[in-house]
Structure formats: C-alpha cells, structure tokens
C-alpha cells in the first residue's frame, strides 16, 4: 500500500510540475475587427508550430481602454510569460501592468506614440518589443492623388482616442496639404459618434480618409452607410476597412505581422532573447488593393497596379 501511495505521490509531483512549467502567453486585443482578428491568429500560429505545448489565454478587451487594464493585471497576477498586446491600448495598459513580463505589441502604429517618448531609435530599451502597422502615409496621399486629382477638400475621419489615429491623421495632412488638397478632421470619441461625425464628412468633402483606426474598423458599416449613399469615396489605412467602406487602400497583411511577433515571441521564450534590445519590426511587403464593388457603386475608376480585395 504504501508503495502505491509513494508511486501516486510522485505522480501527482511529475503532473504538477509539467503545469507549472507550461508556458503561458497572455493575449489582450483591443477589439474585435478583422485586421487585428488576423494579427492574432498570424501571432498564435506561428508560436504554436514552434512550441506546440504553449498556452494561450485570449481576452477582448471590446474597445475599452480600462478593460485593456483589467486583463493584463490579471494576466500580471496570473504569472504568464508573455504578453502579446494586440493594438496601442494593450501595449499602454501592458506597460503599466509590469516591468518584468515580455512585452509584444502589434497592430501598433507608432512606439513612440504609444510609450510616450519623444526620441524613438526603434528599441525600446525596457520590456516592450513588437511589430508596427504603420504604412507609408505619403504613399497613402499620393494615393489619393492618383485616384481623385480633381478633389478640392479630403476629410480625415478618426477616433481623438486612439493616440495612433492622431498621429496618421497629423503626419498625412502634411502631406495631403502638400499636394494642394484642403483638409478637413472629423473626430469622434467613442463609437456613438461615428454615424453623425461620418455624416458631417460626407456633407462637407469630396474624399474621405480614414487611418488605421481600431473604432472605424469595428465600425465599417455604420460608416457605409452614409458615405456610399452620400457618393463619397473612402480612402483607408488597411484593407479591413476598405473592405468594410472603402474603395483603396495601401496595405499590409495583417497575418503576417502577427505571425512576425510570434516568432519574436519564440526567440524571447525559447531562446532567452532580450526583448528590450529587440528592434521594432515593420511589415515586409505594401500592396494597393480596391473594393471592386464599391468602386462601381461610386464610378471610380482603378488604374493599373491595383489588386481586387478578395
């Protein structure tokens, strides 16, 4: 007897060890849309085809920036190894959950915006590594150009919450003013307002910009619905909201910059890498892409060099 006891105690230590030895990463995504639906997806694909026995906690935070909180404290209190933080909310809301946990963002457009400092070499230097969403907002504004010489005034339709719409909006005015195009902002602070501040737009411009923007993206047909009746043509900052309401975008594959971070997140788990020496990585490719349908609906014409969104 008490061999068998001896033998199901040292069991049960064996089973106890292997679950405190697994390896957890907490994921916190903003909200469900679906360019960071796919980050998510592209990060935990590719970590699980290297470490097919990690764990996986997955929470939605649905757009609100105290629930990004909530999460990641739990994930803190939890012990996991890594945090993935999927849009700039969970990264902010990460950061100050803790110093110690790894730190992964993506879908994040601006480190420097998100970590609040003014000088960014691309390495962070403290807990915090990840992949960037940005696109080439000049090649966004030439985009415009090419597609609506004839515009006299474009709008930017932005949530002010989102600290990575404030800076694309403010980076592509500049350009859009440089190629003589008047501008207009049209902001919102919640998703309540989306309707009405789309409506003003569409009263007011002949072509509307949106940047990669988490509120817009989650709400793409509230925003169709006023801007394909209204006759007003939607340039976005990625294909998901084009997609939704646009007629072109200038894009990346979201999948692959999730699938980016997760091997980053293999090279810090498995392999002991540093991750606030770890450089901020961007996406390799950039395509334009249009909305077939929306584009007939509205009469514009696509040049060459354009892909149909599938």
Known sequence: MKKWITITLMMVMVLCTACASATTVGICQLVQHEALDAATKGFKDA???????VKFDEQNASG??????????????NGVDLIMANAT?????????????????????DYATALGVTEFTGVSGINVSGTTDLAPLDGQA??????????KKVGLLYCSAEANSVYQVMTIRGYLEGLGYECAEF?????????SVAQAAADNCDVLYIPTDNTCAAYTETIANVVLPAK??????????????????LTI??????????????????NGADVS????????????????ANAAELGVTIPDGYTALD
Request: glycine share 6%; aromatic share 8%; with cysteine.
């Open 47 to 53: 970590l699980s085809a290297k470490m097919p026995d």
């Open 142 to 151: 030439n985009m415009v150009k090419e597609l609506f010489p004839d515009a």
């Open 232 to 249: 007003l043509p939607v340039i976005a900052g990625e294909e998901g909201l084009c997609r939704g309401c646009g007629v072109a975008t």
């Open 64 to 77: 609100d920036a105290v629930n990004c909180a909530t999460i990641v404290n739990t994930f803190v209190s």
């Open 253 to 270: 594959s979201y999948y692959d910059l999730g699938y980016a971070t997760g091997e980053m997140a293999y090279e810090i788990l498995a």
């Open 187 to 195: 902001s919102f602070m919640d998703s309540n307002d989306v309707a």
């Open 89 to 109: 909310a969970p990264v902010q809301a990460a950061v100050a959950a803790t110093a110690d946990i790894p730190i992964l963002g993506t879908s994040v457009t």
């Open 277 to 292: 020496s770890m450089p901020i990585k961007s996406a390799p490719n950039f395509v334009k892409k249009y909305n077939a």
